[in-house]
């Protein structure tokens, strides 16, 4: 199982950025698919979830801001990301949880400056 998040960079205040996580080694039109992220200091926190009927859920802080996809043939997640605030700024880590263990993307930088 390998997972591999990309599309981090440096942002204004305002901007958008979109992140893409790439699923390998699992059916992945079956599994729900989660985006986290950890800023410094802080421990690590959910931002939003897809299962693979597409129902999505979100954490309030992102909530109207972010927006999670996914392309099943393409064997990839998105999270759009809209008026991105200094406080968005993270590493971003993919999720899956496949037979009771957590598989973790190496994570994606987002920095947003004000």
């Known amino acids: 199982v390998q997972l591999q998040a990309s599309g981090g960079g440096l942002v204004q205040a305002g901007g958008s950025l979109r992140l893409s996580c790439l699923g390998s080694g699992f059916f992945f039109s079956m599994y729900r698919l989660s985006w986290y992220r950890q800023a410094p200091g802080k421990e690590r926190e959910f931002v939003a979830g897809?299962?693979?009927?597409?129902?999505?859920d979100y954490a309030d802080s992102v909530k109207d801001r972010f927006t999670i996809s996914r392309d099943n043939a393409k064997k990839t997640v998105y999270l759009q990301m809209n008026n991105l605030k200094p406080d968005d700024t993270a590493v971003y880590f993919c999720k899956l949880i496949l037979a009771q263990f957590d598989y973790w993307g190496q994570g994606t930088l987002v920095t947003v400056s004000s």
């Open positions: 897809i299962s693979g009927s597409g129902s999505v």
